[in-house]
């Protein structure tokens, strides 16, 4: 049975700002597959960041902390399944170099 590795669980993926001003777990949430989800509509619909002063009161709604529970529990929307599955060391999504004065200063593989 296939588990989900939530990237956005453990720091490696970056949560993100839709142009329709909803905060979403990561990038790849933002596809109409994910969107249309029920569950996913239901984290949409307290992630307008225009109703919270800060991002942590978003995260701290009944509706993440139960979108971490699931994700715990292999349970997720599209998005997290074509991206965050468990997969072998060499099957990357990408792999990200980051470089200073010219130097590789380290590399994030997701």
Do not use: H
């Not at 001003?21 to 509509?41: A, H, S, V, W």
């Amino acid at each position: 049975m296939k588990k989900l590795d939530p990237k956005c669980l453990k720091g490696e993926m970056q949560a993100a700002l839709t142009n329709r001003g909803e905060l979403i777990p990561c990038c790849y949430c933002d596809t109409q597959r994910t969107l249309e989800n029920p569950k996913f509509q239901q984290l949409l619909k307290v992630s307008k960041i225009k109703n919270y002063d800060t991002i942590e009161e978003i995260y701290l709604t009944k509706e993440w902390i139960e979108f971490k529970k699931d994700l715990e529990n292999d349970k997720g929307p599209w998005a997290c399944w074509v991206i965050c599955v468990k997969r072998d060391d060499d099957d990357l999504v990408r792999k990200e170099t980051f470089t200073y004065k010219g130097k590789i200063d380290r590399e994030n593989k997701v």
